[in-house]
């Protein structure tokens, strides 16, 4: 990383197996469009950090007009409220690099909020080791760079933190707890080079057992199968796909193993999921591993923010569509 501010485009010739994690639902295949690069911040010196925490300082736009569906149907916003404020976990999947979504994701939980619900916020942005950097964040012990800093957020994340700055200022001001979900990019990168059997010892600190990671959904490994290939296609690499899907499912596993936890912890606790839409089509990677891990009844719903065509039309892919503006 230098000392220096860069930008770097990351471009779909993948550079690294943790970086094409971080994009791999946007790369071409039949649930989305293919993403010719993605702009990501490898290091910020910290006067450069400062200035880009005041410009943002006021936060994005609000989003006035929104359109939301149910499959095909379209319902009024406030009755989706009403059913979503029911539910254990909401998965809202986004798009890392999308202002959009954020927007998005900063008004449903404001208004989940006004409606009275005890809130809590799961993180696919944070890694799980910086549990207590969330913590004292919202603690108001430390500041919002001390956070960034703590949290390693430039560099095991990097998207602009200006599209996630709003969601964690909510959450402060409202006493929200944040949830650290991620695995130890560490840990992702060993297993994408050398598989889960590489793994031993201290390295099952923050991620689930062997026996407690599933491999045998084959619709998933499919799919994931298609996108490695697109991603890959006339690109020399050395990645092995089975250590690249295994490595994908113990992103799952972990994120699903600590929604599990805090849910049996605080049932009453509505959990918001804020995560790469990868991770909930069709519920394959985190919610059905939530639900295996806790029960059949527990009530879940999945929410893909400012869908594709695409998507949409692909039956089960999500519960409900939320679109920011329906003229998009």
């Given at each position: 990383m230098g000392n220096a501010q860069k930008m770097i485009v990351v471009t779909t010739s993948l550079t690294t197996?943790?970086?094409?994690?971080?994009?791999?639902?946007?790369?071409?295949?039949?649930?989305?469009?293919?993403?010719?690069?993605?702009?990501?911040?490898?290091?910020?010196?910290?006067?450069?950090?400062?200035?880009?925490?005041a410009l943002f300082l006021a936060g994005t736009c609000s989003v006035k007009a929104q359109q939301v569906w149910r499959g095909n149907e379209s319902v009024p916003v406030q009755r989706a409220y009403a059913d979503w404020e029911?539910?254990?976990?909401?998965?809202?999947?986004?798009?890392?690099?999308?202002?959009?979504?954020?927007?998005?994701?900063?008004?449903?939980?404001?208004?989940?909020?006004?409606?009275?619900?005890?809130?809590?916020?799961?993180?696919?942005m944070i890694q799980r080791p910086f549990q207590a950097a969330l913590d004292a964040y919202i603690a108001g012990e430390i500041t919002e760079m001390e956070l960034l800093e703590q949290t390693q957020y430039a560099q095991r994340w990097g998207f602009p933190w200006s599209l996630y700055a709003p969601i964690f200022r909510f959450a402060k001001e409202q006493q929200i707890p944040l949830i650290a979900l991620n695995t130890p990019s560490e840990i992702t990168r060993q297993v994408a080079r050398q598989g889960l059997r590489s793994l031993e010892g201290d390295d099952f600190?923050?991620?689930?057992?062997?026996?407690?990671?599933?491999?045998?959904?084959?619709?998933?490994?499919?799919?994931?199968?298609?996108?490695?290939?697109?991603?890959?296609?006339?690109v020399s690499h050395s990645?092995?796909?089975?250590?690249?899907?295994?490595?994908?499912?113990?992103w799952d596993e972990t994120m699903a193993k600590v929604i599990a936890k805090h849910h049996q912890q605080d049932p009453n606790r509505l959990i918001v999921v804020l995560t790469g839409r990868g991770h909930v089509y069709f519920?394959?990677?985190?919610?059905?591993?939530?639900?295996?891990?806790?029960?059949?009844?527990?009530r879940q719903a999945i929410i893909l923010l400012n869908p594709t065509a695409t998507e949409k039309a692909k039956p089960g892919i999500a519960d409900w569509f939320w679109q920011n503006d329906p003229s998009l």
């Open positions: 197996p943790f970086r094409s994690w971080q994009i791999f639902y946007r790369l071409a295949s039949p649930l989305g469009r293919c993403v010719g690069r993605l702009a990501v911040w490898r290091s910020w010196h910290p006067l450069a950090l400062s200035l880009a925490i029911q539910k254990h976990i909401l998965y809202l999947g986004e798009t890392h690099d999308r202002v959009a979504d954020h927007q998005a994701q900063v008004q449903i939980l404001q208004e989940l909020q006004r409606r009275g619900r005890p809130l809590a916020i799961a993180l696919e600190r923050y991620i689930p057992p062997l026996t407690d990671i599933d491999l045998s959904n084959t619709a998933y490994r499919d799919r994931l199968k298609e996108i490695f290939t697109a991603a890959h296609q006339g990645l092995n796909f089975d250590f690249f899907y295994q490595a994908q499912v113990l519920g394959d990677g985190i919610p059905q591993r939530v639900q295996r891990r806790l029960s059949p009844h527990l």
